[in-house]
């Protein structure tokens, strides 16, 4: 079993690796695995093969090759930031459940990060012919194909892209695709849209201005560093003095070799180049993670100054693609506790239990299941919809309202409180005029997207979950795994429970049906025969129990 107990956040990559490494979360490959073919496709079978959350780790491939035979000196890590929500509570220090106030916090208590002229991640720079020649430069780098069958190029993806503004000098850091497209060439997609990443946005002003856009692309640094770039901060907030407070200590920073940009010291590659906004390059296919492939669209294209890294620097990618993946498990721990806040604090709604977004298959932003109470009234149970409908653009374009007996980690039992606790005509709202979630680019067209808020709450006493209680299936369980009875992995609900609809009278059934004494029952019955009602009738219409 992994070492639970929690640690100061690591301070950079490779001390990150070392401790998943001591915790038994960390998985090291050493025979030959072909980072084109075999590399991406080994480590997704834990996500879509069934393996518990709790089992999935991070890997490290110590032998490196590609489809033409070549071997690479740098070894690769996948699946080290986020494969399972204790792996991603390793970088920060934490343990997982105060994973959402350590965010709040370091958002609330930012340390501003400090200068060094002794950067790690220049201990070996490439330049000038170098870059260029056969084999140097970008194709030097063990960049895994993180589709096999569609994509068009290797692709960094586990990728902080920095750049400046060239208005108020604020640098912005995003999490950002780039495709491979010469030994000194990528193409960088920054999302196009109003409100989009902030890279998007310095993107427009160097080409309003007509200039050339500087940008560096940090792989490998510490955890803290790099949860900073999927989270979306506001662009002229300081990314790395969040990641110093979610460390508790400053950043190290470094000013670049070729381009006017300061880069986490300590992290293992920086790439370093100049964007011309002036021009576009088709770039993909490529997988997403909204769970299809991006097909080729035009992106912008970078221009390589320099690679430099630290000697024995290792390379990062990520799981991304359809969901589970790494990158849905990047936001899913950061992004539920801040919805939950929200509605809970700066809302004040009273009632709401939990926020969960469904992870599986639909890229988790578009589904949220909110939890209420039993007996939270209407009014807090709408209010709640809306607000998680409307925090983020991209997030709520369905919300469903579930009581808490529902665990909204199963979907069936999502289906079943839709099923059996809401009306279409008095629990459903659509709203229209909501920009379109990630992914929006494969519907069928129309003026933007909607949003759908699904009151599945229980509203009034129901009859109990027909299933044996709690204490019988528990007692049944320890029988099944005596008997070495295949593995049983239970999904909520599995015992049965009351729904308020429940007397003393039919309680004092039960019990004494589990005890064989069913007759003493039928005595009590027979005195209640009726002679002027029709079959099916509840007794509870007509006599009080």
């Known amino acids: 079993m992994p070492d639970s107990t929690p640690t100061q956040a690591p301070r950079d990559f490779q001390q990150h690796l070392a401790e998943l490494d001591k915790a038994g979360l960390l998985v090291r490959i050493d025979r030959p695995i072909n980072k084109d073919t075999e590399l991406q496709p080994l480590v997704r079978w834990q996500f879509v093969g069934g393996v518990p959350e709790s089992e999935r780790r991070a890997f490290l491939f110590t032998n490196v090759v590609d489809g033409k035979g070549r071997r690479y000196d740098m070894q690769v890590a996948i699946g080290v930031f986020a494969s399972s929500p204790e792996i991603y509570a390793r ?3 934490k343990k997982a459940e105060d994973i959402g106030n350590a965010w709040v916090n370091a958002v609330r208590n930012p340390i501003a ?36 069958g569609f994509d068009s190029a290797p692709y960094l993806t586990a990728t902080l892209c ?22 000194d060439r990528l193409v960088v997609r920054m999302v196009a849209r109003v409100g989009g990443a902030g890279g998007w946005m310095h993107w427009l002003k160097y080409r309003e201005r007509k200039q050339m856009m500087p940008m560096a692309i940090v792989l490998g640094a510490a955890p803290v560093v790099f949860f900073t770039g999927p989270q979306k901060l506001p662009v002229d907030m300081d990314e790395m003095a969040v990641a110093g407070g979610l460390g508790g200590e400053a950043i190290r ?33 490529f997988g997403e993670s909204n769970g299809y492939v991006a097909l080729e669209a035009y992106n912008m294209p970078m221009q390589v100054t320099a690679i430099t890294h630290r000697k024995n620097a290792v390379f990062s990618a990520i799981i991304s693609q359809v969901t589970p993946s790494e990158s849905s ?23 709401v239990k939990r926020v969960v977004m469904h992870e599986p298959l639909s890229n988790l932003r578009p589904v949220i299941f909110v939890q209420f109470a039993r007996g939270t009234v209407r009014t807090e149970v709408w209010r709640a919809m809306q607000g998680a409908a409307t925090l983020r653009a991209d997030c709520g374009k369905i919300v469903v309202a579930i009581s808490e007996d529902v665990d909204p980690h199963s979907t069936d039992a999502v289906f079943w409180s839709m ?78 429970y009351t729904l308020g609809d429940w007397n003393e009278t039919w309680e004092r059934f039960a019990k004494r049906t589990v005890v064989g004494d069913w007759e003493a029952s039928g005595l009590e019955t027979i005195k209640r025969r009726r002679e002027d009602l029709s079959p099916e009738t509840p007794t509870a219409n007509h006599e009080k129990l």
């Open 113 to 148: 990060p400090v200068a060094t002229d002794k950067p790690a991640c220049q201990e070996v720079v490439i330049t000038g012919d170098d870059l260029r020649k056969p084999g140097g430069g970008l194709a030097a780098l063990p960049v895994p194909v993180s589709t096999p």
């Open 329 to 351: 498990v990047v936001k899913k721990v950061a992004y539920e506790p801040m919805f939950l806040n929200h509605l809970q604090h700066t809302l004040g709604i009273k009632g």
């Open 91 to 93: 970088g920060m220090g």
């Open 419 to 496: 099923a059996y606790r809401s009306t279409p005509s008095e629990d459903v709202q659509i709203i229209n005029y909501r920009r379109g979630v990630q992914g929006s680019q494969y519907h069928t067209g129309g003026p933007g997207e909607s949003t759908l808020l699904i009151d599945a709450t229980q509203k009034y006493p129901m009859p109990p979950l027909a299933l044996p209680g709690k204490e019988y299936m528990e007692h049944a369980r320890a029988l099944w795994e005596k008997l070495k009875l295949p593995t049983l992995s239970p999904k909520g609900p599995w015992h049965g």
């Open 253 to 285: 920073m470094t000013k670049c070799l070729t381009v006017d940009l300061n880069v986490p010291a300590d992290a293992e590659i920086v790439i370093e180049g100049m964007i011309d906004p002036s021009t576009l390059e088709p770039e993909a296919p």
């Open 162 to 183: 920095v750049s400046r503004d060239p208005e108020n000098g604020i640098q912005n850091m995003g999490t950002y695709r780039a495709a491979l497209k010469a030994t």
